[in-house]
């Protein structure tokens, strides 16, 4: 069992940055890929950004790439989401998500799910 908290957003203005955390507790974050996922107004879940288990391999949404970097810190149990030149559609609810195995860039393949925190961008 995995529990994982979120934090780190809030109101930002177009062209801003945030820098999201999540932190986790019962198990090692070092056994599980990290995922970030968002959910705006009227939309479905998307995935946002991965990472192995190994904190090197990455994987980005088109939408994030060049613009967003996840790390991890598995001595600390933290996995965070820098997030540069935000932009009006970045706006959402964002989720850190641990995954045991499977699709990376599914949101399905995740085993736990974190409360989300929200991401607001002013145009």
């Known amino acids: 069992q995995v529990q994982l908290v979120e934090s780190g957003g809030g109101l930002v203005q177009a062209g801003g940055s945030l820098r999201l955390s999540c932190a986790a507790s019962?198990?090692?974050?070092?056994?599980?890929?990290m995922g970030w996922f968002r959910e705006a107004p009227g939309r479905e879940r998307e995935f946002v950004a991965a990472?192995?288990?190994?904190?090197?391999?990455?994987y980005y949404a088109d939408s994030a790439k060049g613009r967003f970097t996840i790390s991890r810190v598995n001595a600390k149990n933290t996995v965070n989401l820098q997030m540069n030149n935000l932009k009006f559609e970045d706006t959402a609810v964002y989720y850190c998500?641990?995954?045991?195995?499977?699709?990376?860039?599914?949101?399905?393949?995740?085993?736990?799910w974190g409360q989300g925190t929200q991401v607001t961008v002013s145009s």
């Open positions: 019962g198990r090692p974050l070092s056994n599980y890929v």
């Open positions: 990472i192995l288990r190994n904190g090197y391999n990455t």
């Open positions: 998500a641990a995954q045991r195995g499977g699709v990376v860039t599914r949101g399905n393949d995740y085993d736990y």
